[in-house]
């Protein structure tokens, strides 16, 4: 039940969520826009929520207009994550899904 609490936070559900639905992993700019916050705010929730176990994360290269890249964090809900997101939405009466999903 503690990964639901960690989820009753409006900010970490939304970033969850997002992840869920965008169905790909992103880097926390992306993530920040999607959720509208402050990418300091995400990163702050995403390494909550990835001590937790509800995220998981990895290096690689985020590609610019420019054709230069740079280093990143890429974000991706992982099994236990997608679990309690589903858990907590049987509870609320709601499902998710990953874009495209009915």
């Known amino acids: 039940m503690e990964q639901i609490d960690m989820l009753l936070q409006p900010t970490r559900f939304a970033i969850l969520r997002a992840l869920i639905v965008e169905g790909k992993p ?3 700019d992306q993530v920040a826009e999607v959720v509208d916050q402050n990418p300091r705010l995400v990163s702050h929730h995403l390494a909550l929520l990835e001590d937790e176990g509800l995220v998981e994360s990895r290096f690689d290269t985020i590609q610019s207009d420019s054709g230069r890249g740079r280093g990143g964090r890429f974000f991706s809900v992982t099994t236990k994550g997608a679990s309690v997101l589903r858990k907590l939405g049987a509870l ?9 999903d009915g």
């Open 26 to 28: 992103m880097y926390i």
């Open 92 to 100: 609320a009466g709601f499902e998710f899904g990953a874009k495209g």
